[in-house]
Structure formats: C-alpha cells, structure tokens
C-alpha cells in the first residue's frame, strides 16, 4: 500500500469524525432537536472516505440525500453543516436546505441531492468543464443503488463515456433503496456490470474496506486526469441504521441485519494498521478523542447559532431582482 | 363510529376501487410490501397481490410511462409520487403523453397520479412543493386538490373513474391532522365540483388545499367583529367550477384568494382574471391574492412559516377588503 502515516491518519480521523457527527445527530434528532428528515450514513464511511483521500482539493464530488460523509470527507466545515441540519443562520445554506441540501461549492461539494438521481448530470458538467479549461480536476458522483434505475444514471454514464469526461461514478450499493431491496430493483448483481454496456471500467470493492475503495478510487482517478474517461466504481456496503431517522425498518431482512452488524470499517482500519505496526491504540483513541470534539464543538456551535431572520426568505432566489 | 383521516381517506377510497375493477391497480416506490411512504397503501399487497400492487425501482419517468402504456391497453393505474416534489422527474410522460393521448390518437387514458404535496413539515425545498400549475397550465390534465377526508375519499374514487388522466395532489400537512367521521355507505365527490365549506355575505375567500382550513379559521375570528367571510373550496383546478367562484364573488362583491403556491402563475392569476372578465361589476373592492412568495420553500422553521400563508394573513387582508 501507498499509503503514507499523514494519509493513514486522515483517512482514519475522516471516517470517526463521519461516525461521530452521525451518531451525534442520531441522538439530535431522537431528542426533537432537528426540524427536517436526515439520513444517516452510518455504516458507509469507508467509501467517502476511501474515494476523497484519493482527490485533490480542486477535484470536485456531487452527493445524495444521505451526504453528511461526503461532505465531512471532502473537508466540509463540520460546524456549518451541524448548523444547516438545525436549520440556522450560520449554516452552509444559511438554514434554507437542510440535511439533504448541504452544499459547499468552493470546497468541490458540489451538493447534497434530495432528487435522488440528481447527481450523476452535474458531475458530466464538472467534468466537462475540467477538460475545457484543462484543470485535470476530476469528479466524484455518488449515488446509491436506488439511483442506478433513474435515468438521470443511464443518460450520465452514457454521456460521461462519450465525451471521455473525468468522472468517477461511486455507486453505494447498500442493498436496498429505502424499502426496496436492490435485489428486486435491479435485474443484475452488481451495478458495476452496467459499465461494459458505457465501454468504460467497471469495478467491485468492498465498500466497508477504505484500504479496497481508496485503491480502486486511485486507481479511477488516476485515468480521468490522464484523460481516459470515466469509471463505475461499486462499493457493496450495509447501511447501518434506517434509511431515514425514524424508520421502523421491518423490511430488513435477518441476514442482512446480521451481515451488517458484522461490518465495520473503523474496527477493520484499527486492527490493520495496529497489526502492522503503524500505529498504536493510544495514537488512535487520541485521534478518536479529537473526532469526538471536533462533533461535540460542532454540535454546540449549531445549538448556540441564531435561527435565519425572515428577511432570508427572499433572499438568494436570484443575483440580484429589480 | 371513530374519525377518518384524510390519509385513511385516501387509502379507503383506493381500496374500495380496487375491490370494485379489477382492471384498477397501484404502482410505485415503495408501494407494496412497505405500504408507501405515508402509509397510504399499507395492507394492499396482501389484499390484492402483486401483481395489483407493483413495487417499482427508483423510476417516476418510467412509472407513469407505464401507467399510460397499461391505461392505452384499458388499465386503471394509479401512480404514487412519493412526494409531489418528484413528479418534476416524470414531467415528459405526463405533459406530452399522458395530456396529449385523447387529442392526438383519441385514445384516452384512464390514469391517476397521486402524491403527497405541500409544506408545514420542514421538508426543505425538494419535499414541500407545490406542483400543481405546471400540469393546471396543460390542457388534457385535470388536477384535484382535496382539503378534508370526506372529499380526498369521494375524489380519490371518482379520479380512478374519470376517462382521462388524473393528478392528485394530496397535502400531507392535512394527512393527519385533520380528520372527520364518514359516512359508512359509498359515495362520490365529482370531479370538477367546487364546495363552500362555509356561507358568508361580506368577503369570499377562493382556495383549496391546506389552506381551506386557515381561511375557516380566519373566518371564525372574523365573525366575530361581524365580517362573514365565505369559505369556497375549489377541490379542482381543472376543471374550474367557475359557477359556483362567481356565484360567490357576486353575492359578496369582494374577494380573497388564497393558496400556498407561490405568487407568479399561481392559481389566484388566473382565478382573478376569470373574476374580472366575468364579474367585474359586481366588484366592489379589488381581487386580493394571498400566497407564498415567489421563492423556493425553505427549510429553517422560521422560515418555512413566514413562506406559508397563515390564518393572520387572511384576516388581516380581509379587515382590509371590509373596509373598503
Ligand atoms: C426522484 C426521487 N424519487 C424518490 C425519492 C424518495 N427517496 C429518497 S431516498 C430513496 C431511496 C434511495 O435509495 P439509494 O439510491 O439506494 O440510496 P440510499 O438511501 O440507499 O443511500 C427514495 C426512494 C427522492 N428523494 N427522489
Ligand atoms: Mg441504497
């Protein structure tokens, strides 16, 4: 692996600060504290995780409706998106979007999507922009299963492959969309395969190995820049929690309940990297410790913030309107 | 005998259309072994099976290009929208084929969608919209809008009745909230029929949806001070009830109207122009609209209430319009 001790670590605080700043919004929203719908992403953070740390700043990424670690891994300020998901002045979308809505544009976020399918056409126009101005930036377009059946996906790859765009296609194939078990939804076993149909890469990780996502993702980049179009990347992940805060989950069933509760990306991380050496325990918890922090000042700072003034209402809906 | 919500409403109706044609069936995200989102066919699949109760991907384009295909073949279907909001993914299959069939083939197709519309839940901006004038603005739809349990059950049953292509815009705020004892043998609320939920002289207030409710509120305020508001409710935007809107607005000579959509092409333009070309010398004050403002819906609280009309709207505009 090519992985250096920076790199470990980063990658390891990125995924316990995702787990952290969901669990803590798990016990918001359980207390009443949050206004709007939020979908955890508990579970996942081995993909945001594994494919940010293979990007560059200027490289850009397009998210879904559960996008808090997409965000927290492409460097979103964990304070403002707190403050979004309460719906305050002070957040990302100044309180106007909410979870699903997040979106931090000078940091290559290019959004949060409650139109699930949203994504993938924006990620061709980043793409496309790349290769106009000749940047070699490239973009990551997160979806989840669900959203491989909309057309928005079909009409993107298809795009994206024709005009031999930078973008990496991460479908998070977490076995079901909502209630509707991706084996129903979808004809075939793995998305991935839809990638021969493109003419372009497909390939199938294990979405709960950051090590497997962040090698694969490296690996998709690495092409795009050199302009050789994009990739299908499929991670096979669990979602952990309900697919939204609130849901009674009684369509899951037993083996993948248990799978999933067998899958864990931060347990495997520590084991690897402790086994090997490359860090301690200690080294680790205080990396934990800081992550738990960084949530913990997020989630005061959001607390604290005042609520939007009505005067936002109309604010933002153009440049500027006579 | 217990109340029925306006959810329940719903789902009875359907249900009792299903039980009725055989040929009526339900189609969406979620639909079947969930029971939709919010619950609105839960306990269809086991009554009706799956081949009647069709769990579809993620797909709104698809779905109602499917219900149109089956409606062609002599087909009821009923497409869910999980949200209103979603709609916006299907707009080519219902703006140009599903309005477009009866007047370019003669071939009608017997189709609802339905879904859940509307704000007050801090959904944020793509879970509280409002769609209904983009398919009120395209002949060959009609668009139903229920306020209250009684008629979001006689509608949901006539819509599945109806020869040609059918929206249903329930609003989810409503879905629980209010609810009211129905009578337990069948009936039907025609389509195309307004209702004046309350008579009054001095002031009608044109509306539907959620909003019916605040105008009935503001009404028992006003009553108070001795202004009689009248209460109409559209039910359906298309067709318009103009008869019973202008029967109003004569009678009263002032008029308010009211919706949750926003401003610009919202249904009190063409209300007001319909009012004007028909009844201008009734008139004895001017057509006032109150509606949100013309600006997605937000999501912080606060915010999302100052974007809804309230009940202090209309009886503030209505003091206004009494003294005229
Ligand atoms: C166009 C559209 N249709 C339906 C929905 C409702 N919805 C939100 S998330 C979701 C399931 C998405 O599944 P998937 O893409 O697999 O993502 P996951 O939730 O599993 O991360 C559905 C049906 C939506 N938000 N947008
Ligand atoms: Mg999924």
């Known amino acids: 692996m090519n992985l250096s001790q920076d790199q470990l670590r980063s990658m390891y605080r990125t995924m316990v600060s995702i787990r952290n700043f969901e669990e803590t919004v798990k016990q918001a929203f359980a207390k009443g504290h949050i206004p709007g719908f939020v979908h955890l992403y508990v579970g996942e953070e081995a993909i945001a995780t594994g494919v940010c740390s293979a990007l560059r700043a200027s490289d850009t990424i397009t998210s879904t409706h559960r996008g808090h670690g997409h965000c927290i891994a492409k460097g979103c300020d964990m304070n403002s998106m707190m403050a979004e998901i309460y719906g305050k002045a002070t957040g990302l979308c100044k309180g106007k979007g909410g979870s699903m809505h997040i979106a931090d544009v000078g940091k290559g976020m290019l959004g949060a999507n409650g139109i699930v399918g949203g994504g993938p056409p924006l990620a061709c126009g980043a793409g496309l922009t790349s290769v106009v101005t000749g940047s070699g930036d490239v973009c990551a377009c997160f979806f989840g299963d669900g959203a491989c059946e909309q057309g928005t996906f079909h009409e993107s790859a298809n795009l994206a492959a024709i005009w031999n765009l930078p973008v990496i296609f991460v479908a998070e194939n977490n076995g079901y969309a909502q209630s509707t078990p991706a084996s129903y939804h979808c004809a075939i076993e793995n998305i991935a395969e839809r990638a021969a149909s493109y003419g372009i890469p497909g390939a199938v990780v294990d979405g709960s190995d950051v090590f497997a996502v962040h090698e694969a993702a490296v690996e998709a980049v690495k092409r795009a820049r050199a302009g050789q179009g994009p990739s299908l990347l499929e991670c096979k992940t669990y979602r952990h929690h309900g697919h939204f805060e609130g849901d009674q989950q009684t369509y899951k069933d037993d083996l993948y309940k248990s799978v999933s509760q067998g899958k864990d990306s931060i347990r495997d991380f520590r084991a690897l990297v402790t086994q090997h050496g490359w860090f301690t325990s200690e080294e680790l918890d205080a990396i934990d410790g800081e992550a738990r922090q960084a949530v913990e000042e997020a989630l005061a700072y959001a607390e604290s913030s005042p609520l939007p003034g009505v005067e936002e209402v109309t604010s933002d809906v153009y440049v500027s309107y006579p | ?324």
């Open chain 2, 1 to 324: 005998m217990s109340a029925t919500t306006y959810v329940e409403a719903v789902r009875q109706g359907l249900w009792e259309e299903m039980t009725r044609d055989e040929d009526v069936f339900v189609l969406g995200e979620d639909v079947g072994v969930y029971g939709g989102a919010f619950k609105v066919t839960a306990g269809f699949l086991d009554q009706f099976g799956e081949e009647r109760v069709l769990d579809t991907p993620l797909c709104e384009s698809a779905i109602v290009g499917a219900a149109i295909g089956a409606a062609l073949m002599g087909m009821r279907p009923v497409a869910e929208m999980q949200f209103a909001d979603f709609i916006s993914c299907a707009f080519d299959q219902i703006t140009n084929f599903a309005a477009k069939c009866r007047y370019r083939w003669g071939a009608g197709v017997p189709l609802v969608i339905r879904g859940p519309s509307g704000g007050g839940i801090h959904g944020g901006p793509f879970h509280s919209q409002n769609p209904e004038m983009y398919f009120v603005h395209t002949p060959g739809l009609k668009v139903v809008a229920p306020s209250t349990a009684y008629d979001a059950k006689g509608l949901i049953k006539s819509a599945v009745r109806d020869e040609d292509p059918v929206l249903f815009f329930e609003h989810k705020y409503l879905y629980r909230r209010v609810k009211e004892e129905l009578p337990s043998e069948e009936f039907l609320v025609p389509i195309g029929k307004a209702d004046v939920k309350r008579t009054g002289g001095d002031i009608s207030v044109v509306t539907y949806g959620a909003m019916v409710h605040n105008a009935l509120e503001a009404a028992e305020v006003l009553a108070g001070d001795g202004v009689e508001l009248e209460v109409v409710d559209l039910r359906t935007l298309v067709p318009l009830d103009k008869a019973t809107v202008l029967e109003s607005v004569k009678k009263t000579g002032k008029v308010i109207l009211l919706h949750e959509d926003t401003r610009t092409g919202g249904f009190a333009g063409e209300l007001a122009a319909v009012i004007a070309e028909e009844v201008f010398e009734y008139l004895d004050g001017p057509v006032m609209r109150i509606t949100a403002p013309d600006t997605p819906i937000p999501y912080s609280p606060p915010l999302e209430e100052f974007f809804l009309p309230k009940t202090s709207d209309v009886i503030r505009v209505a003091r206004h319009l009494a003294a005229y």
